[in-house]
């Protein structure tokens, strides 16, 4: 049974850091997409890194213009979790961030939800001004 543990949200100033963690048991496929969503209220949920490897230790990652050059998604194959390091955090990006697994091997689209099989049960992340 796959199951995706989030951890690592909290309450932070405009500029901070923060370092998701996304622990994964049942679920070895590198080749798989794996992704971090958010979804602040009233808002629909929006991808904002994913990452899979094409073999070997080469992987590929992928962001929105709004994150791009301030969240960097990585995985640790020994500790079987992903990352997304945050920073320079702005007020906008305030939301309920979500971990997620996709069912098939790479990351076409994977700025879709519909893509992703399995989901963690998210962590808060705050940013106040």
């Known amino acids: 049974q796959v199951q995706l543990v989030e951890s690592g949200g909290g309450s932070v100033l405009t500029g901070g850091s923060l370092r998701l963690s996304c622990v994964v048991s049942?679920?070895?496929?590198?080749?798989?997409?794996m992704g971090w969503f958010r979804q602040a209220p009233g808002k629909e949920r929006e991808g904002v890194a994913a990452v899979y490897s094409s073999g070997g230790s080469t992987y590929y990652a992928y962001y929105p213009d709004s994150v791009k050059g301030r969240f960097s998604i990585s995985r640790d194959r020994a500790k079987k979790t992903l990352y997304l390091q945050m920073n320079s955090l702005k007020p906008e990006d305030t939301a309920m961030y979500y971990c997620a697994a996709a069912g098939r091997i790479g990351c076409g689209s994977w700025y879709d939800r519909t893509e992703y099989t399995y989901w963690g049960q998210g962590t808060q992340v705050t940013v106040s001004s």
């Open positions: 049942g679920y070895t496929n590198e080749r798989n997409c």
